[in-house]
């Protein structure tokens, strides 16, 4: 029989319109794009069609495992309108079901990201105006499919509407306490900094994933993340796993015992390798591609934190050489 895991994943859905360019333009000078693209971006999304292409791997035991992947976000349009549209296809195409996702109606546009991209560097500016999902629209539509799951559960949420999903992963974590058999974990990614309510979400996930800037905006460095680590461990759960990412150098890691000092068991783990020619062509979405690794090598495939956190990190350097994410399970295994 195989392991069923189930593995949700909250966040912004994104349009990407991509300009590809060889350098950053100067402001108020013009330039001629040497690419434009329309791409179905979001961090969660983008995870989850990473982890699309492990599907069908077994665990690190030898034994099958059944992965089940949702999207749980807000769509602009309805079902039918969006049916053929790549937001909707890029993720169903690959067998990730959109079924815990809302459909807001015509009057919505859905978040829009125009990225500068040169080959190794990604300028974002983006325009967001959806309503985002309240814990009520969680509890009525989302809610049931996780209850409803099989196997083993991970539910993973961008820190974003911090207020109301505190809410929900209290919900979630209530109804968590009346599986006790029942593998469920949750997991929040700390992107961009001193969202309201955002500290209180630390106390709610099993693992905590930082991004550079989430640390740096707190006075740490890309050269001070094991002290970054030392300073936030004690303001999580006890037991919470946390993980920040740094960019080409890698990830740093913290778990195991805490004193009261923050002091526990740190691990660098360096950056993958970039493989073709061309070198790094595309970052978009790296750091996504990091959690899509990270969290399928814990949530499936059975890693333990460090063998995940480096899986992760290989998932993230194969993709920079690859333009868009396709393409990554045939260069990084597990
Ligand atoms: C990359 C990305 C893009 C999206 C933007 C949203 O990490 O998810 O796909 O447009 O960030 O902030």
């Known amino acids: 029989m195989p392991r069923q895991v189930s593995i949700f994943m909250y966040g912004a859905l994104f349009k990407d319109i ?18 434009v693209q329309t791409r179905r971006g979001g961090n969660t999304g983008n995870s989850l069609v990473v982890m699309s292409q492990y599907l069908g791997e077994s665990d690190i035991h030898g034994q099958r495992v059944d992965v089940d992947l949702n999207m749980i976000g807000c769509y602009a349009g309805t079902p039918e309108s969006q049916a053929a549209d790549v937001m909707v296809t890029d993720l169903t195409s690959r067998s990730i079901s959109i079924s815990s996702c809302i459909f807001r109606g ?35 539509h989302v809610l049931p499919n996780i209850v409803s799951a099989s196997g083993e559960i991970w539910a ?15 919900r979630l974590d209530q109804w968590r306490t009346s599986q006790p058999d029942r593998r469920i974990r949750i997991s929040v990614e700390f992107e961009k ?46 037991g919470c796993i946390q993980v920040i990412t740094n960019g080409d150098r890698g990830a740093t890691l913290a778990q195991g015992p805490t004193d009261r000092h923050g002091e526990c068991l740190l691990t660098h783990i360096p950056a993958g390798k970039v493989y073709g020619d061309a070198g790094v062509v595309d970052t978009i979405g790296a750091g996504d591609s990091f959690i899509g690794g990270y969290i ?18 290989r998932v993230a350097s194969a993709k920079c050489g690859l333009v868009g994410f396709d393409g990554v399970a045939l260069l990084v295994k597990p």
């Open 193 to 238: 900094p001193r969202r309201l309510g955002m500290e209180a979400l630390l106390k709610q996930c099993d693992v905590a994933i930082f991004s550079a800037v989430y640390a740096a905006d707190y006075g740490y460095d890309a050269d001070h993340h094991d002290e970054f680590l030392r300073w936030i461990r004690p303001q999580c759960l006890p």
């Open 18 to 35: 991509i300009l590809g360019v060889d350098r950053f333009p100067a402001e108020d000078s013009k330039l001629a794009a040497r690419t």
């Open 106 to 140: 015509p009057e919505f546009t859905d978040p829009t990201s125009w990225i500068i991209a040169t080959p190794s560097t990604r300028t974002i500016v983006n325009h967001n105006t959806m309503p985002e999902l309240s814990s009520a629209e969680f509890e009525a």
């Open 296 to 313: 399928l090598g814990m949530a499936a495939l059975q890693m333990d934190p460090r063998p995940a956190c480096e899986f992760g990190c």
């Open 156 to 170: 993973h949420f961008e820190g974003r509407n911090c207020l109301e999903l505190s809410r929900m992963i209290a």
